[in-house]
Antibody
Framework: QVQMVQSGAEVKKPGASVKVSCKAS????????INWVRQAPGQGLEWMAW????????NYAQNLQGRVTMTTDTSTSTAYMELRSLRSDDTAVYYC???????????WGQGTLVTVSS | EIVLTQSPGTLSLSPGERATLSCRAS???????LAWYQQKPGQAPRLLIY???SRATGVPDRFSGSGSGTDFTLTISRLEPEDFAVYYC????????FGQGTKVEIK
């Protein structure tokens, strides 16, 4: 069965960087894209970026351009999200989600809490 | 950016009742690009509906989606105890966006 397993919680200081991983299994990794979505405490969902696991093409949300980088390692079926210059308002649960191919996100990781605090 | 506005913010209903959730877009959205998700506390979102009206795998048929253009609806025909959750609509364009969510709570 399809699974997306994310790395564990992180605590970072303002100005630092964080890199979250998302290991996929149960399907052909390069056949689907991966999205990243975040959710601040008590808030809604915010789409961050998409990456093609096939060729590495990316699409980033405009408000995160320049601070976020998505990569994949096809040898381990793992996607990565790196966010730099962290601020307190980056505190959120970060989710990876498979791009279903029918224009929706069909399988989600369990979420990774990133806390930014001095 | 396409803004999705969901209403109501909170829906208070009893098990067995019908729930009707609305999602309005700031500009026309292709029906193929509209999805609905359910999220329970402490859990990741779960895909319910894609293409405005197609149920995802394993989703009970009490969930249905409809709409076109700028107005979309998620209907839960008879609420079960496990349906009390927050529901989000999403448009899948070049820059996907989500609505702010509708909480369906037990009355």
């Amino acid at each position: 069965q399809v699974q997306m397993v994310q790395s564990g919680a992180e605590v970072k200081k303002p100005g630092a960087s964080v890199k979250v991983s998302c290991k996929a299994s149960g399907y052909i990794f390069t056949s689907y894209g991966i999205n990243w979505v975040r959710q601040a405490p008590g808030q809604g969902l915010e789409w961050m970026a998409w990456i093609s696991a096939y060729n590495g093409n990316t699409n980033y949300a405009q408000n995160l351009q320049g601070r976020v980088t998505m990569t994949t390692d096809t040898s381990t079926s793992t996607a990565y999200m790196e966010l730099r210059s962290l601020r307190s308002d980056d505190t959120a649960v970060y989710y990876c989600a498979r791009d279903s191919g029918v224009r929706a996100f069909d399988y989600w990781g369990q979420g990774t809490l990133v806390t930014v605090s001095s | 950016e396409i803004v999705l506005t969901q209403s109501p913010g909170t829906l208070s209903l009893s098990p067995g009742e019908r729930a009707t959730l609305s999602c309005r877009a700031s500009q026309s959205v292709s029906s193929s690009y509209l999805a609905w998700y359910q999220q329970k506390p402490g859990q990741a979102p779960r895909l319910l509906i894609y293409g405005a009206s197609s149920r995802a795998t394993g989703v009970p048929d009490r969930f249905s989606g409809s709409g076109s253009g700028t107005d979309f609806t998620l209907t839960i025909s008879r609420l079960e105890p496990e349906d009390f959750a927050v529901y989000y609509c999403q448009q899948y364009g070049s820059s996907p966006t989500f609505g702010q969510g509708t909480k369906v709570e037990i009355k």
